[in-house]
T-cell receptor, first 114, second 116 residues
Framework: DGGITQSPKYLFRKEGQNVTLSCEQNLNHDAMYWYRQDPGQGLRLIYYSQIVNDFQKGDIAEGYSVSREKKESFPLTVTSAQKNPTAFYLC?????????????FGPGTRLTVL | AQTVTQSQPEMSVQEAETVTLSCTYDTSENNYYLFWYKQPPSRQMILVIRQEAYKQQNATENRFSVNFQKAAKSFSLKISDSQLGDTAMYFCAFMTYTGTASKLTFGTGTRLQVTL
């Protein structure tokens, strides 16, 4: 089955710690994205990547970092510089980043800072 | 900057009835795409329907259809013959292309409850 997997489903972090969220896809998609979802708000774009070894900041990149060493993988690190990291994080992918290409979403990771 | 507004935080509809969710957007772009996504309690985002701005004909997908009014910048979703499985958050989203990448901007969502 082709799809996007995110792990873990739930993640707890102490304040001041960095944490990495995993996102893997076997759809052979070139483009991958990270979104953040807060209660009462829509999804907001954190980072996106069009090809391996390239990525761009989205609307709310501060306090986050990413890497794209493999086509299938796009991990997101939430650093201690992110002031309010508790949220639901969604990873997505598309064939490429051009218009009209549907973005397919993973099941998400709920991050809670204790 | 593009904005997407969903003015109905919550809606309720009885099974088998029809419901319309509203969405308005603001943009100076002429070429763009509009989407409705569904997020059920599992929180998996699922594409419901897509509309190309250059097409005048409204998109339909089985029980789901849109009323796209480009001049009014309105993009409402109509769900016919509502089913219990339609209970979910519904997000309207707007896609533009910057020349190097596409960007999705989401509304704040409408929570739809389908009741017996």
């Amino acid at each position: 089955d082709g799809g996007i997997t995110q792990s873990p489903k739930y993640l707890f972090r102490k304040e001041g710690q960095n944490v990495t969220l995993s996102c893997e896809q076997n759809l052979n998609h070139d483009a991958m994205y990270w979104y953040r979802q807060d209660p009462g708000q829509g999804l907001r774009l954190i980072y996106y990547s069009q090809i391996v070894n390239d990525f761009q900041k989205g609307d709310i990149a501060e306090g986050y970092s990413v890497s794209r060493e493999k086509k299938e993988s796009f991990p997101l690190t939430v650093t201690s510089a992110q002031k309010n990291p508790t949220a639901f994080y969604l990873c997505a992918s598309s064939i490429e980043t051009r218009m009209h290409n549907e973005q397919f979403f993973g099941p998400g990771t709920r991050l809670t800072v204790l | 900057a593009q904005t997407v507004t969903q003015s109905q935080p919550e809606m309720s509809v009885q099974e088998a009835e029809t419901v319309t969710l509203s969405c308005t957007y603001d943009t100076s772009e002429n070429n763009y795409y509009l989407f409705w996504y569904k997020q059920p309690p599992s929180r998996q985002m699922i594409l419901v329907i897509r509309q190309e701005a250059y097409k005048q004909q409204n998109a339909t997908e089985n029980r789901f259809s849109v009323n796209f009014q480009k001049a009014a910048k309105s993009f409402s979703l109509k769900i016919s013959d509502s089913q219990l499985g339609d209970t979910a958050m519904y997000f309207c989203a707007f896609m533009t292309y910057t020349g190097t990448a596409s960007k999705l901007t989401f509304g704040t969502g409408t929570r739809l409850q389908v009741t017996l």
